[in-house]
């Protein structure tokens, strides 16, 4: 009695489907690779103690075996007429903004990679080439990468750069927290060359008590936002500003983690590979029948 | 009287004026491709950190993944929903998606940083990757593709080894066991390569989903996968008639028309559901407040809209345009031309670069590239189908059986 048989198969196919369907439907939330350490360290930078002195950017470049120019060349402020981004070339940059509450004094921000607690680097890197470290810091695989570049479309601020001149081993060129200098106890080459103090190291929930402090003591000071404590998801480099952030370059964002709703998606496809193999139950079960009843069909 | 249809390798000049041209285009894109490899991506493109990704992922990839689903649009109807009919047409739909994903495995190649590399996502896990699960699903489909396609392969040797020595016997008996075993198991990878096309073709949407607020919102949705899904499977049958007509024209042979337009009569509904879940993600998140804006953004979604949706929705709908080859012919085009512009609209056009000074433009080299590229797989196709039993043709030794005069017509 085929009839009979194939109403069954479409009771078992359309149970199978509403099963896979409220799977995939659950909210399943972006899953951080690993727990987040309470001890992750950061950087709180104060733009409106930055001097602009660019000394950061030596330092780093050192720190990093990047080409620079001897220390001195970095006082020419020319350099800071114009907008620049960290690249393959210099990891961090500082640009110079002016200041709406004091002309002569204009407001310097460094600009770097954020380190996010919820990374979409992490996230999105095809073989995983990114890490989230206990410290804080993001880094970045030279055995892993195969160049696809895809961190820099998931990069919430544009960061990673990539060393496109390089026709070998071109590495994504970012800041890696000085991960190597920090193991061994050192201080990031930037925190420790600012002579200004504008950068502060120590644990991220500390700093986040020492920023809405400032913001409290001096108002009038500051913009009341400390920008990394709730953008997508937070980030381990914090900042404080005297005037809003979106003047300061700084892409406005929510405070989702930026992977979220990619896991989210993924998750429900893969959830537990039930979709997939449903999916072919369901195929293998309509080819099933409809050869019979070609078959079926040719015996008449 | 009608003969049967049967797969037959046709006997053509290979080259023509056509060719020519074609074969040039592919040696100027060689050349560039040479400087890639010699000099690096910064020589030959014009991507930088601002624009990581060009056409060479936009076009190679992304809308040759789109354009080769005719592969597993054709399998699902003429082997799973098992309409006999349309078997004409899944040989030449599994050769387009077997050169199709071969290209776009040659795309991802030639754009990776590090090529030599591209090996690293088979032991290199990560599951939060819609990149990684696209990659695994293309590497795996495209040899599913190629096992679907080895039928073919010995149905051109069998009994045809010529081969002095001893070894023509064994090659020979090896072939018939290949096909023997492959007849009875195809079932599981045709059923494979519907399955793997549709999480990757809708993945390949999930990629942009997290260039968050990067994205403009007339393009970024969390339905992106679902949108890649439904269009793939809109322009597979389009693409078909596309490639069937142009490769009848050039090889000189009559026009599978009855064929063709039944597979057109089916695109207009799925054409539909694509407009209608786009219009309704549009009006829910209320993103036609962009369209009031005048920039390339809102030029672009309208285009992609009207030409690749709109205009072919209305043709299909019309008897004379099904009847006639040059007709379905354009509106072919329009539905391909659509999705075309779609991938180049999420890839490029969407994205916008938060500290661009300027705004990306391909450059000579991943034109010529791009160009080269498809060239050569016009190329490729065309001597396949000189050289297997790909496009059938009547047969004068078979006539029909009279089961399909009896069974024939679908109501």
Request: glycine share 6%.
């Amino acid at each position: 009695m085929p009839t009979q048989n194939r109403r069954d198969f479409f009771k078992t196919a359309a149970f199978i489907g509403a099963s896979a369907a409220s799977i995939s439907s659950l909210p399943i939330k972006a899953a951080t690779p690993e727990k987040l350490s309470e001890n992750r360290m950061g950087v709180l930078v104060d733009t409106t103690v930055c001097i602009g002195c660019r000394n950061c950017e030596w330092a780093c470049k050192e720190a990093h075996n990047l080409k620079t120019d001897s220390l001195n060349t970095y006082s020419d402020r020319s350099v800071l007429d114009k907008k620049r981004r960290p690249d393959e070339y210099a990891l961090t940059v500082v640009n110079e903004y002016s200041n709406p509450k004091n002309q002569l004094l204009p407001t310097d921000v460094k600009v770097q990679c954020m380190h996010c607690d919820e990374p979409a680097c992490v996230s999105a890197c095809i073989v995983g080439a990114f890490t989230k470290h206990e410290n804080g810091a993001v880094t970045w695989d030279s055995d892993k990468c195969i160049g696809c570049r895809y961190c820099m479309i998931a990069c919430p601020f544009q960061v990673p750069a990539f060393e496109y001149s390089k026709a070998l081993e071109p590495k994504i060129m970012k800041c890696d927290f000085c991960f190597d200098r920090t193991k061994e106890g050192k201080l990031p080459a930037c925190v420790e060359i600012c002579p200004a103090e504008a950068l502060t190291y120590g644990k991220r929930e500390d700093l986040i008590k020492i920023a809405h402090d400032r913001i409290k003591k001096q108002p009038d000071r500051y913009f009341n936002h400390v920008l990394g404590e709730h953008e997508v998801g937070g980030t381990s480099w914090l900042y404080l500003a005297g005037q809003d952030f979106a003047k300061l370059d700084f892409p406005v964002l929510g405070e989702a983690p930026a992977p979220g709703v990619t896991e989210s998606i993924q998750h429900g496809i893969f959830a537990y590979f039930i979709p997939p193999i449903a999916l072919y139950a369901l195929l293998g079960g309509v080819m099933w029948l409809n050869k019979k009843k070609n078959k079926s069909e040719d015996e008449l | 009287m009608d003969f049967l249809m049967r797969p037959t390798p046709i006997n053509k000049k290979f080259i023509t004026p056509g060719v020519i041209i074609l074969i040039l285009l592919a040696i100027n894109g060689l050349v560039f491709l040479a400087t890639r490899f010699i000099f690096g991506l910064g020589a030959t493109t014009n991507l930088c950190n601002q624009h990581p990704w060009g056409i060479w992922i936009a076009i190679d990839v992304a809308t040759g993944v789109a354009l080769a689903a005719g592969g597993f649009t054709s399998a699902a109807l003429g082997h799973i929903i098992h309409r006999e009919r349309y078997h004409v047409i899944l040989r030449p739909a599994l050769l387009t998606a077997m050169l199709g994903y071969t290209f776009v495995a040659i795309g991802v190649f030639v754009d990776l940083g590090r090529y030599y590399s591209i090996w690293h996502p088979l032991i290199m896990w990560n599951g939060t990757s819609p990149l990684f699960e696209v990659g695994i699903c293309v590497m795996i489909y495209a040899t599913v593709l190629y096992i679907e396609f080895l039928p073919i392969v010995t149905e051109k040797f069998i009994g045809k080894v010529k081969w002095k020595g001893i070894l023509s016997k064994p090659i020979d008996s090896f072939l018939r066991f290949l096909d023997r075993g492959l007849g009875k198991t195809m079932f599981i990878f045709i059923i494979a390569g519907v399955v793997l096309s549709t999480l990757h073709q809708s993945s390949l949407g999930t990629l942009m989903v997290i260039a968050g607020p990067k994205m403009h919102p007339l393009w970024q949705t969390p339905i992106l996968p679902l949108l890649f899904l439904f269009s793939a499977i809109a322009v597979g049958f389009p693409m078909i008639i596309f490639e069937s007509l142009l490769a009848s024209r050039s090889l000189g042979l009559k026009m599978e028309m009855d064929i063709l337009s039944r597979l057109a009569k089916r695109v207009a509904p799925l054409l539909g559901i694509y407009l209608a879940v786009k219009l309704i993600d549009m009006v829910i998140r209320g993103t036609y407040i962009y369209l009031t804006e005048i920039n390339v953004q809102s030029v672009m979604f309208v285009i992609e809209i009207v030409i690749g949706i709109i205009i072919p929705l209305r043709m299909l709908f019309s008897e004379q345009v099904l009847k006639s080859p040059l007709w379905l012919f354009v509106s072919a085009s329009f539905v391909v031309a659509g999705v075309f512009i779609n991938r180049i609209n999420c890839f490029l056009v969407a994205y916008s670069a938060p500290y661009a000074l300027d705004s990306y433009f391909p450059s000579v080299g991943e034109i010529s590239v791009t160009v080269g590229f498809i060239a050569i797989l016009v190329l490729i196709y065309r001597a396949f189908v000189m050289f297997f039993p790909i496009i059938s043709l009547p047969d004068r030794r078979l006539t029909q059986k009279t089961k399909y005069s009896i069974m024939g017509g679908e109501k």
